[in-house]
């Protein structure tokens, strides 16, 4: 197991429309966690799992925004009626239990909404 | 969780030393200092952390003042592709871990 893998790097999809992203932690690591990131700015935290318990979700995360870590392995998140203003880069992150651990990143999903 | 105030940009030559600064006079003696950085269209990447003592790595080192209000990243070497946005963020240790980032010091490494 390399790193957190992402799926897919880019989604380009209608207003409206409703888009998926998966990721998938690394393996040991229980914590699990979603940012999101426009241009220019750092990002943003959006939601945290503790294994397949979602234990924390941030005011950005609108109704529309649902996430998932069924069994507690890999974890989705869903944009229901997609805006213009969700346009940005989705980033998954992992770390374990461990103390202060570092938190690994994947490499994002680039969604842009037309 | 502590704010954290880092300058915008900064630049320095290739194969110098590239000393990052942070501000952070709110941390309390429970939270750590961490460093990310993110190069262009990558997910940031964790560079070092610390609590009160200064800390080495293979990357970098990391240097807090005794009062913990302000730390310094020391790249001791640095390359071009060191050229990204470092991120200092102060953590509390029994909190969720998650990470606030700010705008962060984009760093560019001058050939």
């Known amino acids: 197991d390399t790193g957190v893998s992402q799926n897919p790097r880019h989604k380009i999809t209608k207003r409206g429309q409703n888009v998926t992203f998966r990721c998938d932690p690394i393996s040991e690591h229980n914590r699990l966690y979603w940012y999101r990131q426009t241009l220019g700015q750092g990002p943003e935290f959006l939601t945290y799992?503790?294994?397949?318990?979602?234990?924390?979700k941030s005011r950005l995360l609108s109704d529309r925004f649902s996430a998932e870590r069924p069994k507690g392995s890999f974890s989705t998140l869903e944009i229901q009626r997609t805006e213009q203003g969700d346009s940005a880069m989705y980033l998954c992150a992992s770390s374990s239990q461990q103390g202060a651990a570092e938190a690994f990143f994947g490499q994002g999903t680039r969604l842009t909404v037309v | 969780d502590a704010k954290t105030t880092q300058p915008p940009s900064m630049d320095c030559a290739e194969g110098r030393a590239a000393n990052l600064p942070c501000n952070h006079s709110?941390?309390?003696?429970?939270?750590?200092v961490y460093w990310y950085r993110q190069i262009h269209s990558q997910g940031p990447q964790y560079i070092i952390h610390g609590l009160k003592n200064n800390e080495t790595n293979e990357m970098a080192s990391l240097i807090i003042t005794e009062d913990k209000k302000s730390s310094t990243l020391i790249l001791p070497h640095a390359t071009l592709r060191d050229t990204a946005v470092y991120y200092c963020i102060v953590l509390r240790m029994d909190s969720s871990y998650k990470l606030i980032f700010g705008s962060g010091t984009r760093l560019l490494v001058r050939p």
């Open positions: 709110t941390i309390s003696g429970n939270e750590y």
């Open positions: 799992f503790q294994n397949e318990a979602q234990l924390e």
